[in-house]
């Protein structure tokens, strides 16, 4: 069975850094790029970003480049997303996805299955 | 950007069919991809490809894209179909776009 299972929820305080992870298991984790989405409390989904584990290929959405790093360790079948310094507008639920398949430069461009997510609450 | 709209609700008996828009400039012309997203779960893929349904999805949903929308119809709706779903299509410039999700209620 593909699985993706995401780290358990955070508190944070501003200014602080934070790292969750997600862990890819029943396939091969090298040869699916994962992405990473965000859900604001009763707002929709927000495409971050997606990392490629094989080579740590990574594209973010230009909303969110410069505010968060993505990264994988293929060793551990383990991607990433990372804050430096955390804002109370980071609060939020945040899932891992994985791709659908790539072939011949052809990519089938949907997310499954997901991650149980992992929410991030950051307050003073 | 590119940017992909739905409408917020839409509201079905029990049996009958509901019908979920997602629309964009030439959204006919790109791969479009539905998930349902039930409350405190995580998105799960309905409809891919435009038409294709995973492995596990019922058969009373279907999808379609032509032109600059969109569809979802989930023919004979459940109870158990009440959820937020959301459209997903791939655009060169601005990479992999949500809708910006629909509620279906069913009454």
């Known amino acids: 069975e593909v699985q993706l299972v995401q780290s358990g929820a955070e508190v944070k305080k501003p200014g602080e850094s934070l790292k969750i992870s997600c862990k890819g298991s029943?396939?091969?984790?090298?040869?699916?790029?994962i992405g990473w989405v965000r859900q604001m409390p009763g707002k929709g989904l927000e495409w971050m970003g997606i990392?490629?584990?094989?080579?740590?290929?990574?594209r973010y959405s230009p909303s969110f480049q410069g505010h968060v790093t993505i990264s994988a360790d293929k060793s551990i079948t383990t991607a990433y997303l990372q804050w430096s310094s955390l804002k109370a507008s980071d609060t939020a639920m945040y899932y891992c996805?994985?791709?659908?398949?790539?072939?011949?430069?052809?990519?089938?461009?949907?997310?499954?299955?997901w991650g149980q997510g992992t929410l991030v609450t950051v307050s003073s | 950007s590119y940017e992909l709209t739905q409408p917020p609700s839409v509201s079905v008996s029990p049996g009958q069919t509901a019908s979920i828009t997602c629309s964009a400039d030439?959204?006919?012309?790109?791969?479009a991809c539905w998930y349902q997203q039930k409350p405190g779960q995580s998105p799960v893929l309905v409809i891919y490809?435009?038409?294709k349904r995973p492995s596990g999805i019922p058969e009373r949903f279907s999808g379609s894209n032509s032109g600059n929308t969109a569809t979802l119809t989930i023919s004979g709706t459940q109870a158990m179909d009440e959820a937020d779903y959301y459209c997903?299509?791939?655009?060169?410039?601005?990479?992999?776009?949500f809708g910006t999700g629909t509620k279906v209620t069913v009454l």
């Open positions: 996805a994985r791709h659908g398949s790539c072939s011949g430069g052809s990519c089938h461009n949907w997310f499954d299955p």
């Open positions: 029943g396939y091969s984790f090298t040869s699916y790029w």
């Open positions: 990392i490629y584990p094989d080579d740590s290929d990574t």
């Open positions: 030439k959204l006919g012309d790109k791969y």
């Open positions: 490809d435009d038409t």
């Open positions: 997903q299509a791939w655009d060169s410039s601005t990479l992999y776009v």
